[in-house]
């Protein structure tokens, strides 16, 4: 008996999940030119609007444990593969599918007639620290938002927490003969 497990919902009020995707969302940053000390009269930064996903986890969010919210970008493929000449290569999504490219998750497209969406690319390489009610006033401006379910958004979580526990030993262990 095969079972459904639909990818995605429609967040059903304004709380925010891990998971969620927040479309177009303003995000603040320091900007290339950012220089140490920082200046005395103006601190350069940059606006540019990304569609992201809550990484921060639920519970955290719930439980008023965090005052910042982690978000992750993601794009369509093509948009990806521009990002990242890596990611327009011939084979890519399959290889960022088998989990080759750890920087990088991918989400199925959305068939929610209310809110279609093509495959996304999710890019641990970016990562996003929001002021939490930044990012809850933002989320109340979308209309409709998609919120992964489970087991996807652990697997999101699963995927983020590897591409960070990687860990480079300084020399490999010699094993005895």
């Given at each position: 008996?095969?079972?459904?497990y639909?990818?995605?919902?429609?967040a059903?009020?304004?709380?925010?999940?891990?998971?969620?995707?927040?479309?177009?969302?303003p995000?603040?940053?320091p900007?290339?030119?950012l220089?140490?000390?920082?200046?005395?009269?103006?601190l350069?930064?940059?606006?540019?609007?990304?569609d992201?996903?809550?990484?921060?986890?639920?519970?955290?969010?719930a439980?008023e444990?965090?005052?910042?919210?982690?978000?992750?970008?993601?794009?369509?493929?093509?948009?990806?593969?521009?990002?990242?000449?890596?990611?327009?290569r011939?084979?890519?999504?399959?290889q960022v599918?088998?989990?080759?490219?750890?920087?990088?998750?991918?989400?199925?497209?959305?068939?929610?007639?209310?809110?279609?969406?093509?495959?996304?690319?999710?890019d641990?390489?970016?990562?996003?620290?929001?002021p939490?009610?930044?990012?809850?006033?933002?989320?109340a401006?979308?209309?409709k938002?998609l919120r992964?379910?489970?087991?996807?958004?652990?697997?999101?979580?699963?995927a983020?927490a590897?591409?960070?526990?990687?860990?480079?030993?300084p020399?490999?262990?010699?094993l005895?003969?």
């Amino acid at each position: 008996m095969s079972r459904d497990y639909p990818w995605y919902e429609i967040a059903p009020d304004d709380g925010l999940e891990q998971g969620d995707l927040l479309m177009s969302c303003p995000v603040i940053t320091p900007s290339p030119d950012l220089t140490f000390p920082l200046p005395d009269d103006y601190l350069p930064v940059d606006i540019a609007d990304y569609d992201v996903v809550v990484m921060t986890q639920s519970c955290d969010l719930a439980n008023e444990k965090v005052t910042d919210i982690i978000v992750c970008p993601h794009w369509d493929l093509q948009t990806a593969g521009a990002m990242d000449p890596a990611l327009g290569r011939k084979g890519a999504a399959k290889q960022v599918l088998k989990g080759r490219f750890g920087r990088y998750l991918m989400l199925a497209g959305s068939t929610e007639p209310e809110l279609p969406m093509d495959v996304r690319i999710v890019d641990f390489g970016r990562i996003f620290s929001l002021p939490k009610s930044y990012v809850q006033d933002f989320a109340a401006t979308q209309d409709k938002r998609l919120r992964l379910c489970p087991p996807y958004r652990e697997h999101l979580a699963q995927a983020f927490a590897r591409f960070f526990m990687r860990v480079g030993l300084p020399q490999d262990i010699e094993l005895p003969q």
